[in-house]
């Protein structure tokens, strides 16, 4: 997760004129950190993400075939807007989009798209969000933007991608403001940018390992939760508000529903505690946010529970959590801008003595949703 020296806008400029010469325009689309409210958006919860200064540019301009050209870090694809063919990989973000937005009534004709990312792949803060967003503005010219966007690309992820996702990864790519978090109701999509106050900052860890049943492990949570909400006799978890109203429940049903319930109360919290730039009791929901994703949720890893101890312990770290999908990937530390670097080389440090390499690490601030760059 170190820096890309090239940067990656200069990159997708580069690729373009090698590959396909003429001027094209440029759009971006960035990752997002999650600061509290997980595993909840699927079940019409509240979420509070941000977008951060690391995302995929993409160079393009129409050509005459009914037909996208596509260059990447990944490699090359002609798909045919004739007829798609899922390939199960990277090109199905970039066909379902065009499948997507023409799905949802766009026109999508051929274009020549070259792709470069700095996003980190795999680490939990959304590079396939990302992609998706910045080729949904590609072909369509900067013409669908915000929520309308981030439904589409979400469309292409669910339906043609196959990942059973929530909203909040496209939503926070497409409608982030920097030095914001996003606090989106995920029932209503009735989003309000909260500020960030300048004295705080977030370190993303990866904890290096990546399990290989998360998508599966997702769909089995979505669906406990899905199974909570029918014998319960509400459509979203989120219609519940009090644990109390779980007792009729057994088994995973009830934990995820407590998980839930208890989340959503959390990020309200957490919403308020932001206002009040009360930063030592954010910290405290993240850190409780931890606990019920590895016991209810049962979504953390034996790696993923001690570097998140690690960080919760180290000087300069108001609270820390898992982020994201789970099984994996990586976590988020609330920090003190002036403390984070050395908190970070603490906490990269000993947790390189457990994991035999030193993992990724950065320290992010909200940057802007996507747009053209100009
Ligand atoms: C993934 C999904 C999101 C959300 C999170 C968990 O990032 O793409 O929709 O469900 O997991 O909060």
Request: with cysteine; hydrophobic share 45%; proline share 3%.
């Amino acid at each position: 997760m170190t820096m890309n020296p090239s940067q990656p806008f200069q990159l997708a400029l580069t690729r373009f004129k090698d590959a396909f010469g003429g001027t094209p325009r440029l759009f971006r689309a960035p990752g997002r950190i999650n600061i509290i409210g997980e595993h909840v958006d699927y079940a019409g919860g509240k979420v509070m993400p941000a977008a951060i200064d690391y995302a995929c540019y993409v160079a393009a301009a129409p050509n005459q075939e009914n037909a996208l050209h596509v260059t990447t870090d990944l490699g090359t694809a002609r798909i045919d807007l004739n007829q798609f063919e899922r390939q199960g990989d990277w090109r199905d973000y970039v066909a379902g989009m065009a499948f997507a937005l023409r799905d949802a009534g766009h026109v999508v004709t051929g274009h020549n798209l070259a792709i470069a990312s700095d996003v980190p792949m795999g680490a939990g803060v959304s590079s396939s969000a990302a992609l998706e967003v910045a080729v949904g503005l590609a072909l369509t010219g900067g013409q669908v933007v915000g929520p309308l966007l981030a439904l589409i690309a979400q469309a292409a992820e669910n339906h043609y991608v196959g990942m059973a996702c929530g909203i909040m990864d496209q939503y926070a790519s497409a409608c982030a403001v920097a030095g914001h978090a996003l606090m989106l109701d995920c029932t209503s999509l009735e989003a309000k940018q909260v500020s960030l106050p300048q004295t705080v900052c977030f370190l993303v860890i990866d904890s290096g390992v990546k399990h290989r049943h998360t998508t599966g492990g997702y769909a089995s949570r979505r669906a406990d939760c899905e199974t909570a909400a029918q014998l319960l006799g509400v459509s979203l978890l989120s219609e519940v508000h009090d644990e109390a109203a779980l007792t009729g429940l057994s088994g995973n049903p009830r934990k995820r529903a407590r998980h839930v319930v208890s989340e959503i109360a959390r990020t309200t919290a957490a919403q308020q505690a932001l206002e009040a730039q009360d930063l030592v009791g954010l910290g405290r929901l993240l850190n409780q946010s931890h606990k019920s994703l590895a016991l209810d949720m049962e979504v953390s890893t034996p790696e993923v529970d001690r570097l998140t101890a690690l960080a919760q312990a180290t000087h300069g770290i108001y609270g820390a959590r898992m982020m994201g999908g789970g099984f994996g990937g990586s976590i988020i530390a609330l920090a003190d801008p002036a403390l984070a670097q050395m908190a970070m080389e603490t906490i990269v440090t000993t947790y390189a003595g457990f994991l035999g390499r030193r993992p990724d690490a950065i320290v992010v601030r909200a940057a802007a949703g996507a747009g053209e760059v100009k």
